[in-house]
């Protein structure tokens, strides 16, 4: 009997105690908006990722490696030489940047990167390769885990590409060149409701060994290009139409459209009118004024001499040796923000509506005189070949006959919804 | 005795209450993966919402999508019972339930795992841009929720880290940055990822409208009305748009790399300026799109724009 009154009583206070303790706990619980520890974990691999989200949208941000303070192993020839945004959504410059500022302690918690099954720090992501659910078109994927707790706390994420997209103002274009005595003729379209992004630059030759290694047609690329970086951040000048188009579409995008083309680099005379009637437009993508520049001015007077400035505008024959090409690849650049707009490297457009005009000719293989250099001319290119037998310049071939004609590309996306 | 005093220690164990931090420790890892939520409330930036109304009722508040690959498959819900009197409101965290609306979940007692708080009053929750992370430069989506418990002011905001700017319901808010970012999970004890998940993209690198109807993501039909197949974005090799001329403004969408203005393809769209006018279907036809110059505009038995 007294044992079984001094076991309810035993238990009694045990339940008094836990009882107490649940209450102790509830009175006392934390008032404040601190996130817990494991949480704090989750914050710090964010801050890691954020880290280098910036890198990949911003390349050198703070101009460390372009100043040569901070080196990269993998080889990018020299930095200062090329333009900055080649560092941008660039997957070389992201290995780099975990190869050299990681490990890397936020909130007192070091982060390490990780490497994938095949033992690589990044994998390339895209819907033509994957399965992946909610993957992009493209990107590269990475993880990131706390030291010490690799399998436990781990952050995969993804870095989508969309640096080299820019939009195209909504408003009515014209395509083709200006006829004065045909303007009433002018065939226009607008782009009202619909979201156009065109690649800023010509896709480079590190573009074009990713996607080739990625989908199986590594025999595109020479052994030359594939172990000299120095030549990666140049345009890709060596595919057939066929592999422009299918590289596109591996993005998730098609190959720019000449009328589309003509919209990003013929200034607008009036920007506060977005629906003129009649469109004015200069053939050079750096002056509303032809007379004003250079190439008309070489027509005109036999004595001209290009100048470097002229060189960073418009790329032709006789500035090769002059300046670099570089220089031109920074600088030229249209009102709505596409480079190597004129000279330079000759460039494949889809065309519409007339499909013997689907190459920009202007380019280095013409002298500055050149009827080529005007935006809106075009040339035919069958997009089979590289040597002359594949073009038709009508009358107007280059002077020094090329044994291969290099045509860059670039790609464009559009979307429209349905509302 | 001894079984009574069992069955209130077994109560104890089973009870899902948790403390007030106790209980945003649990929906901050939620909010930090989601990539799209839904909610009825009219959220505006900065602008709180309060929720008095209708008293002694389940409402809820947002119903958050995690990553597509997470194993841990489902959506999550917040919920809030609003008070009849002060100190009488219950917040309730529903994990992973699976093509279900929250209030069902709540009275069918779905889900893998409910939290709650109770003993709330004067519960108020908004959106605000704040910097993500801290110290950062950028501005990202965060929830802020304050609430009286114990007559005790608490405040927590819970960063939306992952959110893709989408599927926001009623919610008034500016146009975030395109997402560059986008977490694919977090492995922990809790969540984990799936290496690779089923086949879900759709299209070929020769898919062309014509040839294959079942690359169509969203149609357009003789009334006007767009009809989703599915959701475009599942298109492996991007989207294209075809006019349907009696339709001012809508078209209709298919998958693949297909290029508009060449023969048999789609006719690329010249613009809605070019629209306008156009009243019935396919009439006399049409300098609405663009085919290459020896080519014909006409339209299709299903009113898309080609060229021919």
Not at chain 1, 394 to 403: A, L, M, Q, R, W
Not at chain 2, 238 to 267: D, F, H, Q
Request: proline residues 4%.
């Amino acid at each position: 009997m007294f044992l079984k009154w001094k076991t309810n009583i035993s238990l009694l206070v045990i339940t008094i105690l836990v009882l107490s303790f649940f209450l102790i706990k509830h009175l006392f619980s934390d008032k404040t908006g601190q996130i817990g520890r494991d949480n704090q974990k989750l914050d710090a691999l964010f801050e890691g990722a954020n880290h280098l989200r910036h890198f990949w949208t911003n390349g050198d941000y703070e101009g460390k490696y372009l100043r040569g303070e901070k080196t990269c192993k993998n080889n990018f020839g020299n930095l200062k030489e090329i333009w900055g945004d080649y560092l941008k959504c660039n997957p070389e410059f992201i290995k780099c940047i975990l190869e050299n500022e990681f490990p890397l302690t936020i909130k007192n918690f070091t982060l390490v990167p990780l490497k994938n099954a095949q033992g690589n720090i990044l994998e390339i992501v895209s819907k033509s390769l994957q399965n992946l659910e909610g993957a992009p078109n493209y990107g590269v994927k990475m993880s990131l885990a706390l030291e010490g707790e690799i399998g436990k706390n781990t952050l995969s994420f993804v870095l989508e590409d969309n640096c080299q997209e820019i939009l195209l103002p909504e408003r009515t274009y014209a395509f083709g060149p200006f006829k004065m005595d045909d303007i009433e003729k002018d065939f226009k379209w607008d782009n009202v409701g619909r979201k156009i992004y065109a690649d800023r630059r010509m896709v480079s030759i590190r573009d074009i060994i990713e996607w080739a290694d990625a989908t199986h047609l590594e025999n595109l690329i020479s052994s030359k290009l594939r172990e000299d970086s120095k030549l990666w951040p140049f345009p890709a000048t060596f595919l057939t139409v066929d592999n422009m188009r299918k590289y596109c579409a591996f993005k998730g995008k098609k190959v720019l459209s000449a009328h589309v083309y003509d919209a990003f680099t013929f200034i607008p005379f009036n920007l506060d009118n977005k629906f003129p009637k009649r469109i004015y437009r200069s053939p050079y993508p750096w002056s509303k004024k032809s007379n004003d520049a250079w190439p008309y001015k070489m027509k005109k007077y036999d004595d001209y001499q290009i100048t470097d400035e002229d060189c960073k505008n418009c790329y032709s024959q006789e500035c090769v040796g002059k300046i670099s090409i570089n220089e031109y690849f920074k600088e030229s650049v249209s009102w709505a923000g596409l480079f190597g707009v004129l000279g330079g490297i000759m460039e494949y457009l889809e065309n519409p509506i007339h499909p013997r005009e689907n190459l920009k000719a202007s380019s280095k293989f013409f002298t500055g005189d050149s009827d080529w250099h005007a935006l809106g001319i075009r040339a035919f290119w069958d997009g089979q070949g590289h040597n002359i037998n594949h073009f038709d310049f009508s009358n107007k071939s280059p002077k020094n006959e090329s044994e291969f004609f290099e045509v860059g590309f670039r790609c464009m996306k559009e979307i429209v919804k349905n509302d | 005795m001894i079984k009574f005093l069992f069955f209130i220690l077994f109560l104890l164990g089973c009870q899902n209450k948790v403390s007030t931090q106790g209980f945003f420790d649990e929906l901050y890892p939620i909010t930090f993966l989601t990539e799209t939520f839904e909610t009825v409330w009219p959220f505006e930036e900065n602008n709180p919402i309060s929720f008095e109304n209708p008293t002694g009722t389940w409402i809820t508040i947002f119903k958050f999508y995690a990553p597509k690959n997470q194993l841990e498959d489902g959506d999550h819900c917040l919920l809030y019972k609003i008070p009849l009197k002060e100190g009488e409101g219950i917040l309730k965290i529903i994990k992973s339930i699976n093509n279900v609306d929250c209030e069902t979940a709540h009275f069918k007692k779905l889900g893998e795992k409910n939290i709650l708080i109770d003993g709330i009053s004067g519960l108020k929750a908004q959106l605000e841009m704040v910097k993500i992370p801290e110290k950062s430069f950028e501005e990202g989506l965060s929830i802020k929720i304050e609430f009286f418990k114990d007559k005790t002011k608490h405040a927590f905001s819970l960063p939306l880290y992952n959110y893709q700017g989408k599927g926001v319901g009623k919610t008034k808010f500016r146009d975030l940055p395109s997402p560059s970012f986008k977490i694919l999970g977090f492995i922990d004890n809790q969540i984990s990822m799936k290496s690779v998940s089923k086949p879900s993209y759709i299209g070929s690198e020769l898919d062309t409208f014509l040839d294959n109807p079942e690359s169509v993501c969203e149609l357009v039909d003789e009334n006007c009305k767009v009809t989703k197949k599915f959701d475009c974005e599942a298109c492996r090799y991007g989207v294209n748009y075809i006019l349907v001329p009696g339709c001012v403004g809508l078209t209709i969408k298919y998958c693949g790399p297909e290029r508009c203005g060449y023969k048999g393809s789609p006719a690329c769209i010249r613009g809605t300026k070019f629209q306008k006018n156009i009243l019935d279907n396919c009439g006399p036809v049409l300098n609405i799109g663009l085919c290459q110059e020896d080519l014909l505009v006409t339209c299709d038995k299903s009113g898309a724009l080609m060229c021919i």
